[in-house]
């Protein structure tokens, strides 16, 4: 069972900038269990706003500056490419008390960025490691984030206090937290995160060019197939923007990708079945690491 | 609202050679809407009939001989290289009114090798296409085929009134029906459930080999990646046959599926992001497809 969150301060007020899946569904917890009293929208597209408040994801929305002037705790919660330019602004506003929180999948590249920033102190960098396929404020959904983990990048960069409240705020939502470098994040990302994508949207490629072809091709897929596409139907409005800023990991992953796959294929070519049956075995060993 | 099945025979006797999670959730389906009055078991492995027993999968484990002279169908649910040497035992076996279904994944070498068998009539070559990353007959669960694609394979060797078995079989299981021939049959399954598992093998490795060096890798798995390494939990017993008798087919997608992941390389080594929003968007379209 788990309570509802007693918040040490009497009233909390959340901005979240930026008002899809990851953001919403962040609203949706920090409302529930009472972490939030207010939550702030802000959206560069007006049509999120809306449907933001439709959904009660946020009690209103507001420009950016006024949002920021009036929270206790900021959540930039856009595509990577954008938090380059709005934390920077965030930060400009933000006093010694409010707590900048982003939640990003790539970290070395923007908290470089940010690194000479007066307020820097005031930013927390974050990432929970959470999500589906599926993208907007109607992707919404409660209990995202319920048991999962969410790192904590760099903390040393950050004040004492903000930390603790980001502690607080991800506790809150029932989160396990861990601590990383932003280098050492941003590989670990690419191999359980970034390198699934790359294998999805591959794999989704290379079965609708024979369908194109052939039709009729996915009357027989299954359960199986769909699970290794699932990941295809993810926007690049996201996913462009962090293999931009995670480049480099992303591409030492793809190669050796790329290798093992070469290995497998030369196991079929010298009809090696013997070795291609230790690999699956091998590959086997994910049991005791995924449920 | 599915209604139970009504036979228009008294009693339906089926023999499942291979109680895991095919043959024994087959098992589970025909007993629970009433196709089969019984089910015989035949397994190889001792403790696998026990447990079919135990979960009552099957009514009694018989040897195969016994179990198929006793029974109206005979359903094999082997892995497909046990099939080579099985299906033609049982078909030495069986007289003119008797049934044959095998539910293997590949076809083209099978049907091959059955061809000149006197009694290839009364074999008709299925394929159920659903299923889970484990195995055994603990794997069987009810409802795995509901609503969901069988093909019948090279209807045209089979007799008339074991196609018509066969098609009531799987209708009392709520099965859509598809008809292929040996070649486009394989040539299908190779793009929508054999590469997904070569994919999925490949990055369970990958991503393995890292954590050996690393450690701590799989804190940070969210659910994008446990989807798309599920299938790599899979059985080598059960997937290194599917490779072998499939291998033509197999390489060829390997080595489309390689070079549509080269491509993705090369734009990230040229930094061609435009490209590789144009190339995600494109396997987005895999929505339309997979709910």
Do not use: C
């Amino acid at each position: 069972m788990r309570l509802p969150y007693k918040s040490t301060r009497l009233s909390m007020i959340v901005s979240i900038i930026g008002i899809g899946l990851i953001g919403g569904s962040m609203a949706i917890s920090l409302q529930e269990n009472g972490f939030a009293t207010k939550v702030i929208g802000v959206d560069a597209i007006r049509e999120h706003e809306k449907k933001a408040i439709r959904r009660y994801l946020i009690d209103e929305a507001l420009p950016l500056e006024e949002a920021v002037k009036g929270s206790d705790i900021i959540i930039v919660s856009t595509p990577v490419d954008v938090m380059l330019k709005v934390l920077p602004q965030v930060l400009d506003l933000v006093n010694k008390k409010q707590v900048v929180l982003e939640v990003g999948s790539t970290k070395e590249h923007l908290l470089t960025e940010l690194k000479s920033h007066p307020n820097r102190q005031r930013l927390v960098a974050t990432h929970p490691m959470a999500g589906t396929e599926y993208s907007g404020p109607e992707a919404a959904i409660p209990n995202l984030y319920d048991g999962k983990y969410t790192v904590i990048v760099d903390q040393e960069d950050s004040a004492k206090d903000a930390v603790k409240i980001a502690e607080d705020l991800y506790r809150s939502m029932n989160m396990n937290i861990t601590y990383l470098g932003a280098t050492e994040h941003d590989v670990h990302t690419a191999y359980v995160s970034h390198i699934s994508h790359i294998s999805s949207f591959a794999l989704a490629l290379t079965v609708l060019e024979k369908e194109k072809n052939e039709g009729r091709i996915f009357e027989l897929a299954s359960s199986g197939f769909g699970s290794t596409v699932r990941l295809a139907k993810s926007s690049p409005n996201m996913w462009i923007p962090i293999f931009r800023q995670n480049r480099d990991n992303v591409m030492t992953i793809l190669d050796e990708y790329i290798s093992t796959l070469s290995e497998f294929r030369t196991m079929l070519i010298k009809k090696d079945f013997d070795t291609f049956y230790d690999k699956i075995e091998e590959a086997n060993n994910i049991r005791k690491i995924i449920s």
